[in-house]
């Protein structure tokens, strides 16, 4: 069945230094790679995506990468900040877009 | 902010007992998604609505599981006779059509005693 890995699950970096999170998915028919992050108590919140007919996609600090052909994906944090420590979850949504599958998750500290 | 909201936050019972949860999502967005979130674990899909319609249900889903959208706005997700491993965070997603983002809710906490 579908399956999407995730590593590290937990990442500490010192304040200023980049993180990097990668995943790979097992069904080649998803076309569409969200990530969320997730504060302790909170709901999970959109903070990019990709799609299939693109490379790569930056917004600020927060950049991602998609290699189809390998079916893996990572999110590049730079100039990590002390609020950026959360838990954050890739996903990859099957042809159709309804059903989403997330990885188990990576637990970002980030130290002042 | 009118985003997804869920009813009640946190639940408490005993094992046996039934327990219903309510979501209403953004309302503009035709599909809903329940998930449920063990500690330190990714949402796991359990199943998906396309307006009043429930067009997929995970194989996680028992049948003392049940959701419903009958007007295809708000959903209501029932579990019938909890048992502990029913322990988790439920939680509810909405999206437009299409590979779009799911904008989740703050879930529902529910503890089996």
């Known amino acids: 069945g579908e399956n999407v890995e995730q590593h590290p699950s937990t990442l500490s970096v010192q304040e200023g230094d980049s993180a990097v999170i990668k995943c790979t998915y097992s069904?080649?028919?998803?076309?569409?790679f969200p990530w969320y992050k997730q504060e302790l108590g909170k709901r999970p919140q959109l903070i990019i995506d990709?799609?299939?007919?693109?490379g790569e996609k930056k917004d600020q600090r927060i950049a991602v990468t998609l290699n189809k052909t390998a079916k893996h994906f990572s999110l590049h944090i730079t100039e990590t900040q002390p609020e950026d420590s959360a838990v954050y979850f890739c996903?990859?949504?099957?042809?159709?877009?309804?059903?989403?599958?997330f990885g188990a998750g990576t637990r970002l500290f980030v130290k002042a | 902010d009118t985003g997804v909201s869920q009813n009640p936050r946190h639940k408490i019972t005993k094992r046996g007992q039934n327990v219903t949860f309510r979501c209403d999502p953004i309302?503009?967005?035709?599909?809903l998604y329940w998930y449920r979130q063990t500690l330190g674990q990714g949402p796991e899909f359990l199943t998906y609505?396309?307006?009043?319609?429930?067009?997929?249900k995970s194989r996680l889903l028992s049948d003392r599981f049940s959701a419903e959208r009958p007007k295809g706005s708000f959903s209501t997700l029932e579990i019938q006779r909890t048992e502990q491993g029913d322990s988790a965070m439920y939680l509810c997603?909405?999206?437009?059509?299409?590979?779009?983002?799911?904008?989740f809710g703050d879930g529902t906490r529910l503890s089996i005693l």
């Open positions: 997603a909405s999206s437009l059509e299409g590979p779009q983002p799911q904008h």
């Open positions: 069904d080649s028919a998803s076309n569409y």
């Open positions: 990709i799609r299939s007919n693109v």
């Open positions: 996903a990859a949504s099957i042809t159709g877009g309804f059903k989403t599958i």
């Open positions: 309302s503009e967005h035709n599909r």
């Open positions: 609505f396309q307006n009043e319609a429930q067009l997929e």
